[in-house]
């Protein structure tokens, strides 16, 4: 008799592990499959992926990154009140986790769609962290030049846009300034101009002599990074129906990259960068290979 309580207690015990086990299995899977249908556009799909593995117990870092995603997938959607309420779920309920500063970004992309200049600088500025401005800094300063150009602070804007140059010279942002020598928006559109100039020198000897003194450094796209295999597998191969023939993944030490190419030039490189940003709407950038 007195074993039937032991008996109980460690039933109730399996019970609670295969339950917990069983939250992790949707989270992760929930998770994926979020992931993979944003990097499909199929935006719906990912909101409702994400809203899924938040029915589960996750620390508040996991559940900050859902309500982020699921922001992000509004966004695109032009379902602007439901981003901004997700993005604020993490400024009033996630403050402390990794994600609050990428809250802070949507939120101030938002509202210069909305053209309230004013609102999205304040957000813009509030996202620089130490931490944040180290990874992403060269990004957030670009956007806060141009909402102050859009405010008329010409001074403001390129007091942003000098730091870039100084404090992110090899970033994508610095590079796009170079060439465009203005706004983020001035920046974007001056290469494509340039795109059929350059595709037309694209000889492997003349463009090698340009190249600062190396002959045997190759350069590529990086459009994407990625922990799933699967995931950039398939990102890659959409790449390839668009268009982009060149692209392929390559295996780190944390994870799976999705690149583009294998250029003798930056300017190469570069011109292909500028159409899969135009194309994928994302924040492509030409490595080293």
């Known amino acids: 008799m007195n074993s039937i309580p032991k008996i109980i207690r460690k039933l109730r015990t ?12 949707v989270f992760g899977g929930e998770m994926d499959n979020g992931e993979s249908y944003f990097l499909q556009k199929q935006y719906g799909r990912a909101v409702d992926c994400y809203r899924k593995a938040l029915e589960s117990k996750l620390n508040d870092n996991n559940r900050a990154l859902c309500w982020l995603m699921v922001g992000r997938s509004y966004a695109q959607l032009g379902h602007y009140e439901d981003a901004r309420i997700s993005f604020m779920n993490i400024v009033n309920l996630y403050s402390k986790t990794d ?6 970004v949507g939120l101030g992309d938002i509202n210069f769609k909305a053209k309230k200049y004013s609102e999205a600088l304040k957000h813009y500025r509030n996202s620089q962290t130490a931490t944040f401005m180290n990874r992403s800094g060269s990004r957030v300063l670009l956007k806060i030049a141009k909402t102050q150009r859009n405010l008329g602070n010409k001074k403001e804007a390129a007091d942003c846009e000098a730091r870039i140059l100084k404090e992110y010279p090899k970033s994508l942002e610095a590079r796009l300034l170079m060439k465009g020598g203005g706004t983020s928006s001035q920046a974007e559109s001056a290469p494509v101009k340039k795109t059929t100039q350059t595709t037309s020198s694209s000889s492997a000897s003349k463009p090698a002599a ?9 350069f590529a796209v990086q459009v994407s990074y990625t922990a799933k295999q699967d995931l950039a597998n398939k990102y890659a191969a959409q790449l390839k129906k668009k268009g982009f023939s060149k692209a392929y993944v390559r295996k780190g030490t944390k994870g799976y990259s999705v690149l583009i190419g294998n250029y003798a030039t930056k300017s190469e490189a570069q011109s292909v960068c500028d159409k899969v940003r135009k194309s994928e709407k994302n924040d492509s950038y ?4």
Request: contains cysteine; proline residues 3%; hydrophobic residues 50%.
């Open 99 to 104: 994600w609050l500063p990428e809250a802070y």
């Open 210 to 218: 340009k190249s600062s003194g190396n002959s045997k450094t190759q």
């Open 14 to 25: 399996a019970a609670a592990l295969l339950a917990a086990a069983g939250c992790a299995l």
């Open 286 to 289: 030409v490595i080293s290979l």
